[in-house]
C-alpha cells in the first residue's frame, strides 16, 4: 500500500516512531521490541505493528526491529531521506518561532522562504534566510520547487493565500490560522491550532471543580 493510502491516523504517529527511534539510535539501542515501542510511545504493540505493516515487514517475530534499517524505512516512506523544501507564510512572531525552530532543530526540511505584507518584516536576514514579500510568493515557489507550505496568516486572509499557494502546485500545507481551509483534491491540510489545544487542556485542570459542582 502507498503511503498516500494509509489512513491518515496511521501517517500521523510515523513521525513519533521515528523521534523514539532517534533517541534510541543516540543512546546505541540496536534492537527495540515492539513492546518497548509501546512503552515509548503510549501506542499499543499491536497498533504499531499493524502500522508497520501498510508498508511493508520490517521486524524479527521474537526479536523485534533493527532501530537503524526501521529508521531508514521510515525515513523513506515518510519522505525524509532527503531534505524537503519549505515556506513560511506568516512572518508574524508565531512565524518567527517556526521558523527558527525548524532552521536549528528539523534537519529534515529546509526553509527556503518567508513572506510576509509587513513593510517592517521585508529584507530581514535570519541566518541567511530572506524575507520576501507576498508578490514574490510564486516566483519563489516556482524557483525553488516547494511542494510544502507552513501558514501563520490571520485567518481572514488564509483562504485567499491557500488559493495561490495551491496554484503554484504546493500539494502539502501545516495551518495554524484559525479557520476551515477548502483545497481541491490532492492537496492535504493539517490543522493546528494552539489555542483550542489549549483551551481543551484547561478543562482537564477543571476535572475536580467539576466534580465538587456535581455534588
Request: proline content about 3%.
Amino acid at each position: 500500500m502507498s503511503r498516500k493510502k494509509a489512513p491518515k491516523s496511521v501517517v500521523k504517529r510515523l513521525p513519533v516512531y521515528l523521534r523514539i527511534l532517534d533517541n534510541l539510535i543516540r543512546r546505541d539501542v540496536e534492537i527495540i521490541s515492539s513492546r518497548v515501542l509501546s512503552d515509548e510511545t503510549g501506542f499499543t504493540a499491536e497498533q504499531i505493528r499493524k502500522d508497520l505493516a501498510y508498508f511493508g515487514a520490517f521486524g524479527t517475530r521474537g526479536t523485534g526491529y533493527n532501530t537503524s534499517y526501521l529508521r531508514e524505512k521510515l525515513l523513506r516512506i515518510i519522505g525524509l531521506d532527503k531534505q524537503t523544501k519549505i515556506i513560511v507564510i506568516g512572518f508574524g512572531h508565531l512565524g518567527k518561532a517556526l521558523t527558527r525552530y525548524n532552521m536549528n532543530k528539523n534537519p529534515y526540511v529546509k526553509i527556503v522562504g518567508a513572506f510576509d505584507n509587513d513593510p517592517n518584516e521585508l529584507h530581514t536576514d535570519i541566518e541567511g534566510l530572506q524575507v520576501y514579500s507576498m508578490d514574490k510568493l510564486s516566483e519563489v515557489i516556482q524557483k525553488e520547487d516547494v511542494k510544502v507550505a507552513i501558514l501563520t496568516v490571520p485567518a481572514e486572509v488564509a483562504q485567499q493565500v491557500v488559493d495561490i499557494l495551491v496554484e503554484n502546485g504546493i500539494t502539502a500545507i501545516l495551518n495554524f490560522a484559525p479557520t476551515k481551509l477548502h483545497t481541491p483534491e490532492g492537496v492535504y491540510v493539517h490543522n493546528a491550532d494552539l489555542t483550542i489545544e489549549l483551551q481543551s487542556l484547561i478543562y482537564y485542570s477543571q476535572e475536580d471543580e467539576g466534580r465538587a459542582l456535581k455534588e
